[in-house]
């Protein structure tokens, strides 16, 4: 592994968060726990690369995402340019990251020059096959019209879209392998607007859609945010997945290890992270892929982003020249990322309770015992953040966003639209194993492949620098192309 270099730059505002009264706002390269509730506001450091632009502004981070909070978070911020408001009802920021520039970037679309946000007008992605399932908190009555305008506004093609209520409807999920999970409602989850879920659920939509314009989206609303809800939720979602064809089931929200068998920090939930890996592979398996967003705390660990079955999806800065053309990409400073406290290898190997030659795709690679995150990396910076489309609560149209939140749907589109179908077990040879997470690590010391098929971020640090190959901040690398994802 690469030798960690810590960045000791903590950039901290507070603003009044709608109804919710007080909340926290942070700089993209935060490292200081708060001292009280209400963190004081500082400076941004002004240094920069003499060719990189970087776009004035401030970042605020909302409640429900804040990463010191104990229990389930989400891992978006907003991003709020100089001169501008949170939102707009049109898209007046011009270094905001659209789908064809993100398309042209990641090289599933068109190329254009630059691939600049300015220019790309409809250079979309395409592809997509069976489902993507975004897993949320909490209902958002608008998403189907906010998709719809997200998709209109851009030139997107209309979007397939499934609102899944996950209640009591589904009965009792989980069992055999695992504890058995029970639902917190009936009917209709409440509206999650107070907390800033609705703004989480538009982007989740939005982006695995705007990387796989041909694939269904299935919006799967758990009753509440605490963790018994949200793996019911995970179940529902392998259901729905499964009952389409098959696809993957992207997570943007996360929990911190250190709360992994503490009831109290999840809502009630008895669980343990070793037995709740179980939900995200036992079942539903044939052709599902499972990813999660790495955290935005800077070498955090979180799951489910750390089962050794599920893509962990870390975070970068894309760089840009004050032209707004695509220069390269670097670590983002507060991308999560680390070794694991809790999976570690199992000697003699034992699939009930752990990792083993089914989820060998580190240990084989370099040797590691214990799960690293993350696994691969997307633009995650909210100052190169992207462009998302909500009108129920935190925005009242545009918004830029950043965070892992960004990509775990996105790289969930871009696995999708990569046709492989892998999920987590062979269908010839149904036996679990992490297929997906083995064709991406497969590839790292291939002199062909892999530099064909992934950008190699070496610059940056989030508590653990970037380098050469696998690095705790940007896994194996941002993807370039369809192909080996």
């Known amino acids: 592994m690469n030798a960690t270099r810590l960045f000791a730059f903590a950039v901290l505002w507070s603003f009044s968060f709608g109804s919710s009264g007080p909340a926290t706002a942070q700089d993209d390269m935060a490292r200081k726990a708060p001292t009280s509730e209400q963190p004081t506001a500082q400076q941004i450091p002004s240094a920069v690369p003499s060719d990189i632009f970087t776009p004035k502004g401030r970042i605020i981070t909302p409640p429900i995402s804040d990463p010191h909070r104990t229990g389930v978070h989400t891992n978006y ?35 254009y020059p630059g691939c600049n946000p300015a220019t790309g007008g409809t250079k979309h992605a395409t592809g997509g096959w069976g489902a993507i399932a975004v897993v949320e908190a909490y209902h958002d009555p608008n998403i189907a019209s906010d998709l719809a305008f997200f ?20 009965g009792t999920l989980g069992g055999a392998f695992s504890l058995p999970l029970s639902a917190s409602c009936s009917g209709v989850p409440v509206n999650g607007n107070f907390l800033g879920w609705d703004l989480e659920e538009s982007l989740d939509a939005e982006w695995a859609h705007a990387m796989a314009p041909a694939a269904k989206i299935i919006v799967v609303e758990a009753c509440t945010q605490n963790l018994e809800d949200l793996l019911y939720a995970e179940e529902v979602a392998g259901i ?54 790495a955290g935005d705390s800077g070498s955090e660990v979180l799951f489910p982003s750390a089962s050794p079955w599920v893509v962990s999806v870390g975070g970068t800065t894309v760089n840009r020249d004050s032209s707004g053309n695509f220069q390269n990409e670097s670590c983002w400073s507060d991308s999560g990322g680390g070794p694991s406290a809790v999976e570690a290898w199992q000697s003699p190997p034992n699939i009930l309770n752990g990792m083993g030659p089914w989820s060998a795709y580190q240990y084989e690679t370099f040797g590691q015992n214990v799960r690293s995150t993350p696994d691969i990396s997307f633009n995650a910076d909210p100052a190169s953040g992207v462009w998302v489309y909500d009108t129920d609560g935190t925005c009242t149209g545009f918004c830029t966003v950043g965070g892992t939140s960004v990509g ?21 040879n149904p036996w679990y194993d992490a297929l997906e997470n083995n064709l991406l690590y497969s590839q790292l010391n291939s002199h062909i492949a892999y530099t064909a098929n992934f950008y190699d971020v070496k610059t940056g640090s989030n508590g653990h620098a970037a380098g050469p190959g696998y690095d705790q901040c940007t896994g194996i690398g941002s993807p370039r192309g369809h192909l080996g994802k």
């Open 408 to 428: 775990s749907p996105a790289v969930a589109g871009i696995v999708n639209a990569s046709n492989n179908r892998l999920g987590q077990a062979s269908l010839a």
């Open 240 to 293: 729905e997945v499964a009952a389409a064809g098959g696809g993957v089931v992207s997570n943007s929200w996360g929990y911190p290890e250190s709360c992994a068998s503490d009831p109290s920090c999840n809502g009630g939930w008895g669980g343990s992270q070793v037995n709740d890996d179980n939900y995200f592979y036992r079942d539903h398996w044939a052709q599902t892929t499972y990813l999660a967003s």
């Open 77 to 111: 911020k907003i991003f709020v340019p100089e001169g501008h408001g949170i939102s707009s009802a049109v898209t007046d920021f011009t270094f905001a990251e659209t789908p064809a520039s993100m398309a042209c970037v990641y090289k599933v679309g068109p190329t």
């Open 151 to 170: 998709d209109a506004h851009f030139g997107l093609p209309a979007a397939k879209l499934q609102v899944v209520y996950a209640n009591s409807s589904f």
